[in-house]
């Protein structure tokens, strides 16, 4: 007897730590995302009750996309995690979700009404092949009356009009269900696609001294996330502030959609290295090339190589401006050592699909100084510049502009703050009101051949006119050509009282035009060369 209990007590105990060494697994729910430049940190919280001891615990159903090495686990409880483990699961993708079974169901009820309809089109055909098979009246010598004779077209007529009517009605019901059944196969299809995509499963091996309940916070980096900046600069009229409106335009791949999550927009991008670059020593070498011209002479050379970044614009249109609150009204700005991140306090919503979704983080009027451009000789049109300063406390970052004044889109821009000074100028579009004319002056420009050098002197006339009904401050540049070849000789004429640059050969000319004022300037200059040479005037 005692033997038999000595079994059962450990067969008992054998199930309770067998009941134990079992795995939970834990649900999560997306509730914070940091978006980085490139790449987001996904922040997921989930519960579970622990027993006394050792217990083993699954996080599932995460996304595939996660970097292990980046993983964070924080809990709230009387216990202590032991270890945490990622491992990718093949299996669970195999299992139908509820979207599909979903649409498994609905397509096949569609394909079941689809079968009744087109039973029901054979039925009508096969009626109308009987009815026109059988519309001989009376025999071959036999006449017919003619009461007879109408009331059987009656017939005839009244059972066909019936039968088209079904046909086509019938027709239309199986059209419509056949186009449902695509649609529906096409999103299935596409679910199914995503299905046999792995999961993520995080393990923790986790020990509590009693039986507790615990709340977990996991956290990780993903990578085919991140947001793009752009901006909307938006000018009222030439004598008010302009207003700078601070967007992102965030997107994911990462397998999950992001529901009514806490977002957060930083500059930072942790895909780049972190380390900082070490300088080495540049030696230089020579090149030697070996050649068969010039009687196998060989030329020795040093060679520097330079390389330029290049870059790639990608821009679109923003909408109107809308009196309703946004997303800036609702975010805080925060300065951290290395970056800035902008904390949206309402809740966003991010579909994994790709596309951009945009979030107005910041919005600022900025002070500036309205006057009109025209470069003459590359085209005559007048364009209204608004002149910013002050910018570099918005912490703006290079991205794409579109520019709207008096509530009309003008354009597109490209703030690129790693060349910009100071102050930022922002082309808002042609003004016609204002005319400028650039005409080259016959009798004050000549070629002359003197000796061995021919001489080109060049004088243009550059007159504007304001049409406008108010003042305006304009700026004209022109220039006049530079060289570095000591054969090449410039000589400056006339600028008409503008500031001209000796080492960049342009003029600038800055003044004050009342309604209706015309002014004029005169701009010459002379060049002279060897004349068994040509250049390009």
């Given at each position: 007897?005692?033997?038999?209990?000595?079994?059962?007590?450990?067969?008992?105990?054998?199930?309770?730590?067998?009941?134990?060494?079992?795995?939970?697994?834990?649900?999560?729910?997306?509730?914070?995302?940091?978006?980085?430049?490139?790449?987001?940190?996904?922040?997921?919280?989930?519960?579970?009750?622990?027993?006394?001891?050792?217990?083993?615990?699954?996080?599932?159903?995460?996304?595939?996309?996660?970097?292990?090495?980046?993983?964070?686990?924080?809990?709230?409880?009387?216990?202590?995690?032991?270890?945490?483990?990622?491992?990718?699961?093949?299996?669970?993708?195999?299992?139908?979700t509820k979207d599909v079974l979903a649409i498994e169901d609905s397509i096949e009820k569609l394909q079941t009404k689809l079968a009744y309809q087109q039973a029901m089109q054979t039925v009508f055909t096969q009626e109308e092949v009987i009815l026109l098979a059988n519309k001989a009246i009376g025999g071959q010598d036999a006449g017919i009356k003619p009461t007879d004779l109408k009331e059987a077209m009656e017939y005839f007529r009244t059972r066909l009009i019936d039968i088209k009517t079904n046909q086509?009605?019938?027709?239309?019901?199986?059209?419509?269900?056949?186009?449902?059944?695509?649609?529906?196969?096409?999103?299935?299809?596409?679910?199914?696609?995503?299905?046999?995509?792995?999961?993520s499963e995080v393990v923790v091996s986790i020990s509590a001294d009693a039986a507790t309940t615990a709340k977990f916070t996991l956290s990780y980096l993903v990578a085919n996330a991140g947001w793009v900046p752009t901006y909307d600069l938006r000018a009222v009229d030439v004598n008010s502030p302009i207003e700078l409106a601070y967007k992102g335009n965030v997107y994911q791949t990462t397998g999950r959609d992001w529901n009514n999550v806490k977002l957060t927009l930083c500059t930072g991008n942790p895909t780049q290295s972190g380390a900082k670059p070490v300088l080495n020593p540049w030696y230089l070498t020579f090149n030697y090339g070996y050649g068969y011209g010039n009687g196998g002479v060989v030329y020795d050379a040093?060679?520097?190589?330079?390389?330029?970044?290049?870059?790639?614009?990608?821009?679109?249109?923003?909408?109107?401006?809308?009196?309703?609150?946004?997303?800036?009204?609702?975010?805080?700005?925060?300065?951290?050592?290395?970056?800035?991140?902008?904390?949206?306090?309402?809740?966003?919503?991010?579909?994994?699909?790709?596309?951009?979704?945009?979030?107005?983080?910041?919005?600022?009027?900025?002070?500036?100084?309205?006057?009109?451009?025209?470069?003459?000789?590359?085209?005559?049109?007048?364009?209204?510049?608004?002149?910013?300063?002050?910018?570099?406390?918005?912490?703006?970052?290079?991205?794409?502009?579109?520019?709207?004044?008096?509530?009309?889109?003008?354009?597109?821009?490209?703030?690129?703050t790693r060349y910009t000074k100071d102050t930022l100028d922002f082309s808002l579009g042609r003004d016609k009101s204002i005319s400028v004319?650039?005409?080259?002056?016959?009798?004050?420009?000549?070629?002359?051949?003197?000796?061995?050098?021919?001489?080109?002197t060049y004088t243009y006339e550059i007159n504007v006119k304001n049409k406008k009904k108010q003042a305006i401050s304009i700026v004209i540049e022109d220039q006049v050509p530079v060289t570095t070849d000591k054969d090449i000789e410039v000589e400056t004429i006339d600028v008409s009282g503008g500031m001209a640059?000796?080492?960049?050969?342009?003029?600038?000319?800055?003044?004050?035009?009342?309604?209706?004022?015309?002014?004029?300037?005169?701009l010459g200059y002379s060049v002279k060369y060897p004349k068994d040479k040509n250049i390009n005037l």
């Open positions: 007897m005692k033997k038999l209990i000595v079994v059962l007590f450990a067969v008992c105990l054998g199930i309770s730590s067998f009941a134990q060494d079992k795995p939970k697994k834990v649900s999560t729910k997306i509730k914070e995302v940091t978006v980085f430049l490139s790449g987001a940190q996904v922040s997921e919280t989930g519960e579970t009750s622990l027993s006394s001891g050792a217990n083993t615990i699954i996080f599932e159903n995460l996304t595939a996309d996660m970097n292990p090495q980046t993983i964070q686990l924080k809990g709230e409880g009387d216990f202590t995690i032991l270890s945490v483990v990622h491992q990718l699961n093949y299996l669970s993708g195999q299992e139908k086509l009605d019938i027709a239309a019901k199986i059209q419509k269900l056949s186009t449902r059944i695509e649609t529906l196969s096409n999103q299935l299809a596409t679910l199914n696609a995503k299905q046999g995509q792995p999961t040093v060679v520097v190589a330079e390389s330029k970044p290049a870059r790639a614009y990608d821009k679109e249109e923003s909408d109107e401006n809308f009196k309703s609150k946004t997303g800036a009204d609702y975010t805080v700005v925060s300065e951290n050592q290395t970056n800035i991140e902008f904390q949206i306090s309402i809740p966003y919503t991010v579909p994994c699909d790709g596309k951009k979704y945009t979030v107005e983080v910041q919005k600022n009027s900025l002070p500036a100084i309205f006057e009109y451009y025209c470069a003459p000789k590359i085209d005559n049109d007048a364009f209204l510049v608004a002149r910013v300063t002050g910018w570099e406390q918005y912490n703006i970052i290079p991205g794409e502009m579109n520019l709207f004044f008096e509530g009309t889109y003008v354009g597109k821009s490209y703030i690129d004319t650039r005409e080259k002056m016959k009798d004050l420009s000549s070629t002359k051949f003197l000796g061995a050098n021919t001489k080109v640059d000796k080492d960049t050969g342009k003029v600038v000319w800055k003044f004050t035009l009342k309604a209706a004022e015309s002014k004029k300037m005169t």
